[in-house]
């Protein structure tokens, strides 16, 4: 669908719920990282790019302090809350986190107030490509231009972080948010999530002859639930007991070093720490390819980097690991679980020429595994929220 359909189509529908059409409609993308992972939160780098795949947002401003929230896509009717009454963690749905944004806007000292909301997206949910982010991000972006705020596309990620964190109760980094918010058409985003200084690296892979491949397992195991939080909390010891302000300030070259001071921690610890330090690594390792425009040199890293997502931080799962087997069996370049993991999706580069062959061989060896067949399409590097109308 294209872009000025989907407008046409929630302004319609909030002129449907609300009785008059929108002020504006805006638009967030999805993400998938390319490499660098569960560094976020541990003050490290990320290069992720935004997909194609947006949520869009009609909304307008209302005289009082009512919200109204309603999603195209959930079988709910209208959401109606009072934007001034909001409180952290009293809902668990898909409201929260517009509503979220909102609490964080207001607790920030903006004057935002009341707002009908409609949207819609294309995210898939439950993939690891940030559906959560993009409905965040395309709030506080309409709310930001609605309400004249002036904030920048970084100040609007964090803001959208602390509602997930805060008041939906996600402990998050804001790679999701940032990448939603900042990225550009044609390019990853190689971020410090530090000081959120950012660079847009060209990723044209079609002028190269090659294709990133997005595989969403269409699974998600409950063993995930709560994981996230377990790692966080264990790179957060391995930070302490190093020292350091964040294992980002541990060196690679240093790292069997560290390992070593930590042999009084928990063996989860140690995995912990030693796949940030070298995820970080791979992240630098991955820009300086793209920098020498060695494109097709980066395979090899992302296929490190599933390793350790695999064996040291333990969040892949067979189907991911199939994804990656299957693939590079196939002849693809590299592959990698990206996101979260315990389900979700893979990254598979590989030649433009190969990846139809690459595609089918995946899904033959899901079916035969017995599991469900996955979802495959093209990450087209794309750009960050933005107004449609």
Same mark, same amino acid.
């Given at each position: ?20 059409? &929108? ?5 967030? &993308? ?39 929230? *309603? ?5 709910? /009717? ?21 509503? /979220? ?9 903006? &004057? ?36 004249? +705020?002036? +904030? ?34 044609? *390019? ?13 690296? $060209? ?5 190269? /002859? ?10 998600? *195991? ?24 964040? +294992?980002?300030?541990? &060196?690679?070259?240093?790292? /069997? ?60 799962? $067979? ?51 017995? *599991?469900?067949? $996955? ?12 107004? +449609?109308?």
């Amino acid at each position: 669908m294209s872009e000025s359909v989907a407008a046409d189509r929630v302004a319609r529908e909030f002129r449907q719920l609300y009785g008059a059409g &929108p002020e504006g409609v805006w638009a967030a &993308p999805g993400r998938v990282n390319l490499i660098g992972e569960y560094t976020d939160f541990n003050d490290g780098f990320v290069m992720p790019l935004a997909l194609p795949h947006t949520t869009v947002a009609a909304v307008s401003r209302r005289s009082d302090t009512v919200l109204r929230l *309603h999603s195209a896509d959930v079988p709910q /009717g209208v959401v109606q809350l009072d934007a001034a009454g909001l409180a952290p963690r009293s809902d668990s749905g898909w409201a929260a986190y517009p509503a /979220g944004v909102v609490w964080a806007l207001r607790e920030a000292g903006h &004057p935002v107030g009341g707002a009908d909301i409609h949207l819609a997206s294309t995210v898939p949910t439950g993939a690891g490509l940030s559906s959560s982010a993009a409905l965040e991000v395309v709030t506080a972006l309409a709310l930001n231009e609605l309400y004249g +705020l002036g +904030l920048s596309g970084a100040e609007l990620a964090v803001l959208a972080q602390r509602a997930e964190n805060d008041f939906v109760g996600v402990p998050c980094g804001v790679m999701d948010q940032m990448a939603s918010a900042c990225c550009t058409h044609g *390019h990853a985003l190689y971020l410090d999530t530090r000081d959120l200084s950012q660079r847009q690296v $060209p990723f044209d892979l079609a002028a190269q /002859g090659l294709q990133l491949l997005v595989v969403d397992t269409r699974v998600k *195991h409950a063993l995930g639930d709560g994981a996230y939080a377990e790692r966080r909390a264990g790179c957060e010891a391995g930070a302490r007991a190093l020292g350091v302000g964040a +294992l980002r300030d541990v &060196p690679y070259e240093e790292l /069997g070093a560290a390992l070593g001071r930590l042999a009084g921690e928990s063996e989860n610890v140690r995995r912990y720490v030693r796949h940030v330090v070298s995820d970080d690594h791979r992240v630098e390792q991955v820009i300086a390819l793209l920098d020498a425009g060695d494109v097709r040199a980066v395979g090899p890293v992302l296929v490190e980097g599933h390793a350790s997502l695999r064996d040291d931080l333990r969040v892949s799962c $067979p189907e991911l690991d199939l994804v990656v087997t299957a693939a590079m069996a196939a002849g693809a370049l590299g592959a990698r679980m990206t996101g979260g993991g315990f389900g979700g999706s893979a990254i598979v580069l590989v030649e433009e020429s190969d990846a139809d062959a690459t595609a089918k061989a995946v899904t033959e060896a899901f079916a035969t595994a017995g *599991h469900m067949s $996955p979802r495959i399409f093209p990450a087209i590097p794309s750009r960050g929220a933005h107004r +449609l109308r």
